[in-house]
């Protein structure tokens, strides 16, 4: 008679779903739904030619349809997305700037040294 296993695999989180649970860590709002959103926060999406993910902020509708504050508007999500590349490069994610900064490209994690923890710059 043969025993069968009872165990559950337990799927592994894609870089997707790691890079939005790291984001959420520290208090980011994340959207991964590639349908347009109407709340503001991170956006994640793959790039269209599969070189990474591709980060940015939104902003929320509000801001975002009112047409006395475009330049509100654009400082925000320029200053916004500059920050999240910081972010991203602490948290220990190798990303480089697209698209004229409007967004951070992610190709994955950078390799960590033992006894080191991610984020920590040492000069």
């Known amino acids: 008679m043969t025993s ?9 989180p894609t870089v997707l779903d790691q890079l939005a649970a790291a984001l959420t860590e520290v208090g980011l709002p994340v ?6 959103s109407s709340a503001g926060g991170v956006r994640i999406t793959a790039a269209s030619d599969g070189s990474g993910l591709q980060v940015s902020w939104e902003v ?3 801001l975002a349809d009112d047409e006395t504050r475009t330049g509100q508007r654009a400082d925000v999500m320029e200053t916004m997305n500059l920050a999240l590349g910081d972010v991203l490069t602490i948290l220990g994610w190798d990303t480089h700037p697209w698209n004229d900064g409007e967004l951070q490209l992610i190709v994955g ?5 033992c006894g080191t ?3 920590v710059l040492r000069g």
């Open 117 to 119: 923890r991610s984020g």
């Open 4 to 12: 069968r296993s009872t165990a559950t695999t337990t799927a592994q």
């Open 60 to 62: 929320d509708e509000f």
């Open 31 to 36: 959207r991964t739904d590639p349908r347009a």
């Open 109 to 113: 994690r950078r390799p960590l040294r």
